[in-house]
């Protein structure tokens, strides 16, 4: 029997809950709203456009039930892509999915544009998107910038930069952002991240005590705060050579408990069949027990809440308007012994500016300033942006 879904329905590939809300979890439920991306479990999907639905699915490379739109809808939030370059290929066509070969899948069809039909849900707006393109194949230099520069086009001013990795996901949502391009290569724009470490066991065809063994190992590998690390939770049957489902094996890998489980010590969760078991709903449960042990939280205020001075004993959003306005900030001495992210947001007719010793910053409306304030030193502005 397919899947693993007790305590739910399950149907065309999709282990659906009776009691949890998938589409917009990260708003919706605690937990996640409070980590910075890189420290958040997200559930991605191997291969993540090779699906059932697709114009073309060749049995030994088709590992997903559903398109790109309901794995979204479903809880997933990061996509495992490969691409390969066709340059003689018009529009759509010149970026296929593949993976030993093509599927009829493209990005700008199958990925940016679902992802932005996503978008549209009232629901789905601020969810937390992770674009993870792996491998590229028949590109060159200029193979690159084009690419780099649909996804510019297409994601505007959406893109969550780099320079963001340390903000909580609540902050970049002040910061009107919500997709990370993580890009495998050299040739990236500066606005999207390195590659997702790709954590894969080496063969297709493990035990699956091996298996299991090799994700717990990668569970007590170090990871540096706010990188991107997924660990590859697949593998291949014989005689066949197919996808397995393993729902019963993941919901055990990836088990969720109050103290934390083995869930505990992953990030992005790969899998083939993503969407068959439960394995959604432990990471969302999962989010809330990590950011509970961590003390993880976000102060939100303003010039009524706590005068001119932003607090930085946390993370933190500021916020300024008409009625509500300074004008001039400056922070308070940070003394917690960590360093504190601090998001300051204008929309305010008037302008104002930001002073702490020697340090000045104005701030305008529209403006959404992220700032990283440590024990001793002066505010490090890591990120402008303006959304007049």
């Keep these: 029997?397919?899947?693993?879904?007790?305590?739910?329905?399950?149907?065309?590939g999709i282990c659906k809950p009776a009691n949890n809300?998938?589409?917009?979890?990260?708003?919706?439920?605690?937990?996640?709203?409070?980590?910075?991306?890189?420290?958040?479990?997200?559930?991605?999907?191997?291969?993540?456009?090779f699906d059932k639905e697709a114009p073309r699915t060749p049995s030994f490379e088709t590992c997903q039930d559903v398109r790109i739109y309901q794995q979204l809808m479903w809880g997933v939030r990061a996509l495992d892509l490969r691409v390969q370059y066709f340059s003689g290929a018009k529009g759509a066509g010149r970026f296929a999915i593949f993976h030993e070969g093509t599927n009829g899948r493209t990005v700008e069809a199958d990925i940016l544009r679902e992802l932005l039909r996503y978008r549209r849900d009232a629901r789905a707006d601020k969810e937390i998107v992770i674009l993870n393109f792996h491998r590229f194949k028949n590109f060159t230099r200029e193979a690159h910038a084009e690419l780099n520069a649909l996804l510019k086009r297409v994601l505007g001013q959406s893109i969550i930069p780099p320079t963001c990795r340390e903000a909580a996901i609540v902050q970049l949502w002040a910061l009107n952002?919500?997709?990370?391009?993580?890009?495998?290569?050299?040739?990236?724009?500066?606005?999207?991240?390195?590659?997702?470490?790709?954590?894969?066991?080496g063969s297709n065809t493990p035990s699956l005590d091996r298996l299991g063994k090799f994700?717990?190992?990668?569970?007590?590998?170090?990871?540096?705060?706010?990188?991107?690390?997924a660990i590859q939770a697949a593998r291949y049957s014989?005689?066949?050579?197919?996808?397995?489902?393993?729902?019963?094996?993941?919901?055990?890998?990836?088990?969720?408990?109050?103290?934390?489980?083995?869930?505990?010590?992953?990030?992005?969760?790969?899998?083939?069949?993503?969407?068959?078991?439960?394995?959604?709903?432990?990471?969302?449960?999962?989010?809330?027990?990590?950011?509970?042990?961590?003390?993880?939280?976000?102060?939100?205020?303003?010039?009524?809440?706590?005068?001119?001075?932003?607090?930085?004993?946390s993370y933190g959003i500021y916020k300024m308007e008409n009625g509500n306005w300074k004008q001039t900030l400056d922070f308070a001495p940070n003394t917690s012994g960590y360093p504190s992210i601090q998001v300051i947001a204008s929309d305010a007719e008037y302008a104002s500016e930001i002073r702490y010793g020697t340090f000045?910053?104005?701030?305008?409306?529209?403006?959404?300033?992220?700032?990283?304030?440590?024990?001793?030193?002066?505010?490090?502005?890591?990120?402008?942006?303006n959304n007049a």
């Excluded at 890189?38 to 993540?48: F, I, Q």
Aim: charged share 20%; proline share 5%.
């Design 238 to 313: 014989n005689p066949f050579f197919t996808p397995k489902d393993m729902s019963g094996h993941i919901m055990r890998w990836f088990a969720a408990t109050k103290e934390g489980g083995p869930i505990a010590s992953h990030y992005i969760i790969n899998t083939d069949w993503s969407l068959r078991c439960r394995v959604a709903d432990n990471i969302i449960y999962a989010n809330s027990v990590r950011a509970r042990q961590r003390g993880a939280h976000v102060i939100q205020s303003s010039p009524n809440t706590a005068g001119a001075r932003v607090q930085t004993q």
């Design 177 to 201: 952002k919500n997709t990370v391009v993580s890009y495998n290569h050299d040739a990236r724009d500066v606005s999207f991240w390195p590659g997702v470490s790709q954590r894969w066991i």
């Design 215 to 229: 994700i717990r190992e990668v569970g007590n590998e170090p990871k540096a705060f706010g990188d991107l690390r």
């Design 21 to 49: 809300n998938r589409s917009n979890w990260m708003e919706r439920y605690s937990g996640a709203r409070v980590l910075p991306i890189g420290e958040t479990l997200l559930l991605g999907t191997h291969n993540a456009a």
């Design 360 to 385: 000045v910053q104005p701030i305008r409306k529209g403006d959404r300033l992220l700032f990283k304030v440590e024990s001793g030193r002066l505010p490090r502005l890591l990120a402008r942006f």
């Design 1 to 12: 029997m397919a899947g693993w879904c007790p305590s739910g329905s399950w149907s065309g």
